[in-house]
């Protein structure tokens, strides 16, 4: 079975519409991505939308299926798959960077800011790995964990025991955690000074600066989607 990066393919066919002079511009200036691309996760580029029809301009093959969605930033395409190998590809030409092995399957995506990676996987270990090179910078013990929400210095990432961290970017020191009485199953989001989650069956709001609890709101189910 032909195992492709789909969700990469479908970028480059994207990039392929529009010159590459412009491909920098059209992933924003602030060297700052990550899932939907911003922590709000709109879902929105800056720049001007892709001309004509989409071209594919190339594959990658990887060791497994891919189910991680990719981040694009300063040119590289960083993408996860379930081989357990986190890629960096040269958004043009398709050409691997380096890969790095987190011992487990990866389904989410990477955030990418301040020269770093920010990774997840089925090991249960987070990673911080430097953007140009591919070599770690420190690694943090959870159980399975979202797609990591980068602002400022901090790495906001839910885990699958109910806890929701927040972790300084640069030394991977925990800030402040909370936990839920269920899975934190949502990738957080961050609008302004609040930090939005749901695990099990609340909906919750915090300070994303000090982690105080701003409201909850109790579903009559489990809160399993990202909020945006």
């Given at each position: 079975?032909?195992?492709?990066?789909?969700?990469?393919?479908?970028?480059?066919?994207?990039?392929?519409?529009?010159?590459?002079a412009r491909v920098a511009r059209a992933q924003g200036d602030t060297?700052?991505?990550?899932?939907?691309?911003?922590?709000?996760?709109?879902?929105?580029?800056?720049?001007?939308?892709?001309?004509?029809?989409?071209?594919?301009?190339?594959?990658?093959?990887?060791?497994?299926?891919?189910?991680?969605?990719?981040?694009?930033?300063?040119?590289?395409?960083?993408?996860?798959?379930?081989?357990?190998?986190?890629?960096?590809?040269?958004?043009?030409?398709?050409?691997?960077?380096?890969?790095?092995?987190?011992?487990?399957?990866?389904?989410?995506?990477?955030a990418v800011s301040d020269g770093r990676v920010y990774v997840s996987?089925?090991?249960?270990?987070?990673?911080a790995i430097d953007a140009a090179l591919g070599e770690p910078i420190?690694?943090?013990?959870?159980?399975?964990?979202?797609?990591?929400?980068?602002?400022?210095?901090?790495?906001?990432?839910?885990?699958?025991?109910?806890?929701?961290?927040?972790?300084?970017?640069?030394?991977?020191?925990?800030?402040?955690?909370?936990?839920?009485?269920?899975?934190?199953?949502?990738?957080?989001?961050?609008?302004?000074?609040?930090?939005?989650?749901?695990?099990?069956?609340?909906?919750?709001?915090?300070?994303?600066?000090?982690?105080?609890?701003?409201?909850?709101?109790?579903?009559?189910?489990?809160?399993?989607?990202?909020?945006?």
């Amino acid at each position: 079975m032909r195992r492709v990066i789909v969700f990469a393919l479908i970028a480059v066919m994207m990039l392929g519409a529009v010159p590459s002079a412009r491909v920098a511009r059209a992933q924003g200036d602030t060297g700052t991505s990550m899932f939907q691309g911003n922590p709000e996760h709109s879902g929105q580029q800056p720049g001007p939308a892709p001309e004509g029809l989409p071209v594919q301009q190339w594959t990658f093959q990887t060791g497994g299926p891919v189910r991680s969605s990719p981040t694009v930033v300063d040119g590289t395409v960083y993408v996860g798959s379930k081989d357990g190998n986190l890629y960096a590809l040269d958004a043009v030409s398709g050409e691997e960077r380096w890969r790095f092995s987190t011992g487990g399957a990866i389904v989410t995506a990477p955030a990418v800011s301040d020269g770093r990676v920010y990774v997840s996987s089925f090991s249960g270990v987070l990673h911080a790995i430097d953007a140009a090179l591919g070599e770690p910078i420190w690694q943090m013990q959870t159980t399975s964990a979202t797609s990591p929400v980068v602002v400022g210095d901090l790495v906001y990432v839910g885990a699958s025991d109910g806890s929701l961290l927040a972790i300084n970017g640069e030394t991977g020191v925990i800030r402040w955690s909370a936990t839920f009485a269920g899975f934190a199953v949502g990738t957080p989001a961050v609008a302004g000074q609040t930090l939005f989650v749901g695990g099990g069956s609340q909906m919750r709001a915090f300070d994303k600066d000090t982690g105080k609890l701003r409201w909850a709101y109790e579903a009559s189910a489990d809160v399993s989607v990202t909020p945006t």
